[in-house]
């Protein structure tokens, strides 16, 4: 299997791709057991990840999928049989396939023994199992020579001195990545010579849309026995025929057949119709892209160190060059980040099927809805977001849709609804988790925090209904008397709420008793290049996101008054609390407050999160710059108030601060 390594990669990505469509059509086909369509594009998806498999000589993996075509096929000619049982042992056989696909991955053996289900799926598949389902392929179309293309071809086999060869392909049955195939065949005879014409076209072989077999006509100066042995180097190619064609008449097409041709081409669109130029899209490795936006992120630094030298120096000609090479860069940098973006959807596909069986644990019947799974997200901020996400969901579905009958007895659809949507609102996405179930009686989260003494009594009767909503952020914090397989641990909402923080984002959430709840983040679109807010603290600089601030203000020391201890100031009839930065980050320059400095204003930074605010008293406000963020090292990681470094243009470090945990959030 030596020679199949390269290929690894691409075939997990791949079938992992037909894994999520299957379990996706089964969650569809147990709604409309009568759909043909969906239970054949199962059939289809089920029978390339077999013929991938054993190619790949992952016997394990061809076995299961071929005992899963069995019961499909029993399915196709008897619909009636979708049942619930049925539908459970297919997401089973799906679940097994998965942990064969991840011990390929991690490449562990785990010994996983696949003999129970096989047994069981016979079962499912009765006789079917005794026959064959593979379609046998058509024959392809003979490949023909209309009279513009067969003088033309005489006239540059005369000149070039080169000889014609039709050239019959036939790849392996269950030959998968067909394409990949056909591109290596056009690759090697593009060496041998140049490929003039094929059968099906290009752009259909290009797009898999042909069975296993199709022809084409090269004009080279090798012997037939040479580009046949070229060819038996690849793999999956089950039969080849070259043949010299002496007598292009042979190849002559009638008349009516076709009207017109184009002249046979010359080395540049040989280049072309061999698919060479033609390929829209490529698979790339996360770690390459994670080292090109690392790249950028360097390349931005040296850009904005470049600017500083530039302004400095005054530089005319220089400045113009700039000017470009700022232009250049953030181009660079915009389509860097857009290559890291990935449609939210990768992560809401996995979610239909764990409502659906966490539902079933439950005894309850939820109907998910999904909207939004277009909208994109940088892939690094996607990979954080899915755990919160899937607390929200089970949170919803424990606490707070009720079960059939209770909704029956409140007036509701005895099947609840549950939302999961994205929406993106300037440069953050907003996704929302919505249930209309028994809402949050604030009455039983009073009682709770008094009884696990989170909260005393005192404290609890001078909070508001939405500010006792917040108890459930708390760590440990848990409503539920009785620890359940999805809930009662007290391990939940706070995970989720410090999860979105920590990627610079927010959770909001409110509910109604009695008509549900509802749960939102706000994400940013990328983590790893923000535009910051630059302060100077002391001697340090440091770096406030943007996406923080709601605004930088002047303030007197004089009109700073004291509330129980905490200082605060009074901007349009909102009390702010401040914060000295100095204070907090132990700066060695003491602060001295004359008269006459009383009497001078003060820069603060007015910063907001998830509906909070505070003021940030600096030095200094130096201006708003891009910032590459870098992960803070060892020595710093425990160390709360910051999200991270960056370089600045002139070499220095600087700290980004982290809101969320200066306000105290």
């Not at 090798?222 to 089950?238: D, G, S």
């Not at 220095?652 to 945990?661: N, P, R, S």
Request: proline share 3%; charged share 30%.
């Amino acid at each position: 299997m030596a020679n199949n390594d390269q290929y690894r990669a691409l075939f997990l990505a791949e079938s992992e791709e037909h894994i999520q469509q299957i379990n996706n059509a089964i969650l569809e086909l147990e709604k409309n057991p009568a759909d043909t369509d969906v239970l054949n594009n199962i059939f289809r998806s089920a029978h390339t990840l077999k013929g991938m498999s054993a190619t790949m000589g992952f016997d394990s993996l061809a076995r299961m999928t071929h005992k899963m075509e069995d019961v499909l096929d029993r399915l196709r000619g008897q619909p009636s049989g979708v049942t619930t049982a049925v539908v459970d042992q297919l997401f089973e056989c799906l679940d097994l396939l998965e942990a064969l696909l991840e011990e390929i991955k991690s490449g562990q053996s785990r010994r996983i023994d696949v003999e129970p289900m096989i047994s069981r799926l016979e079962a499912l598949g009765g006789s079917a199992a005794n026959g064959s389902h593979e379609d046998q392929p058509d024959r392809t179309r003979p490949l023909r020579l209309d009279e513009v293309e067969r003088d033309n071809l005489e006239a540059s086999l005369r000149e070039s001195g080169l000889r014609a060869f039709l050239v019959e392909v036939v790849l392996a049955a269950d030959c998968p990545l067909k394409t990949v195939r056909v591109f290596m065949i056009f690759n090697n005879l593009g060496r041998m010579g140049e490929v003039v014409k094929c059968e099906p076209s290009l752009d259909e072989l290009e797009a898999g849309k042909f069975e296993n077999e199709f022809s084409l006509l090269l004009q080279s100066s090798h012997p037939a026995e040479e580009i046949r042995q070229e060819l038996k180097k690849i793999l999956e190619v089950e039969r080849i025929r070259v043949e010299e064609i002496a007598d292009l008449s042979r190849l002559a097409e009638k008349p009516a057949v076709r009207a017109a041709a184009a002249a046979v081409p010359g080395k540049e669109d040989s280049e072309k119709k061999i698919g060479i130029k033609k390929i829209q899209s490529i698979r790339i490795s996360t770690e390459r892209v994670d080292k090109l936006m690392n790249i950028v992120g360097e390349l931005a630094i040296a850009k904005i160190r470049l600017l500083q030298l530039t302004h400095s120096n005054r530089d005319s000609m220089l400045s113009e060059i700039l000017v470009n090479i700022d232009r250049l860069t953030g181009e660079l940098q915009d389509e860097v980040m857009k290559a890291r973006l990935v449609p939210i959807a990768h992560v809401f596909d996995r979610f239909p099927r764990m409502v659906r069986d966490l539902a079933r644990s439950e005894k309850k019947q939820i109907n998910l809805e999904i909207a939004g799974g277009d909208i994109e997200l940088d892939r690094t901020v996607l990979d954080e977001v899915a755990e919160p996400l899937v607390h929200l969901l089970r949170n919803c579905i424990d606490h707070g849709i009720e079960l059939p009958d209770e909704r029956k007895t409140a007036g509701k659809d005895p099947v609840g609804l549950l939302r999961l949507n994205a929406r993106r609102e300037r440069t953050f996405v907003l996704v929302r988790v919505e249930d209309d179930g028994r809402g949050i009686d604030p009455a039983v989260l009073r009682r709770a925090a008094l009884e696990k003494r989170f909260m005393g009594e005192e404290e609890l009767s001078k909070m508001t209904d939405r500010e006792v909503l917040q108890i459930i952020t708390l760590p440990g914090f848990s409503s539920v008397s009785q620890i359940t397989d999805t809930s009662g641990r007290g391990v939940g909402m706070d995970v989720v709420k410090m999860k979105i923080e920590s990627l610079g984002g927010s959770l909001e959430f409110s509910s109604v008793l009695g008509q549900g709840s509802w749960f939102e983040l706000k994400l940013p679109l990328t983590v790893a290049i923000i535009r910051a807010m630059l302060v100077k603290v002391g001697s340090e600089i440091y770096a406030i996101p943007i996406a923080n601030i709601a605004e930088t203000v002047k303030v007197s020391l004089a009109k700073i008054k004291k509330v129980e201890k905490q200082e605060v100031i009074t901007l349009r009839n909102e009390v702010l609390p401040l914060i000295r930065m100095r204070r907090l980050l132990n700066s060695r320059e003491e602060e001295t407050e004359t008269p006459e400095e009383k009497l001078k204003d003060i820069s603060v930074v007015v910063v907001e999160i998830g509906g909070k605010k505070a003021g940030l008293i600096v030095d200094l406000v130096r201006g708003q710059q891009e910032v590459v963020i870098k992960p803070i090292g060892s020595l710093l990681k425990g160390i709360k108030g910051f999200a991270g470094a960056t370089i600045l243009g002139d070499g220095q470090v600087a700290l980004i601060l982290d809101v969320a945990t200066l306000i105290g959030r």
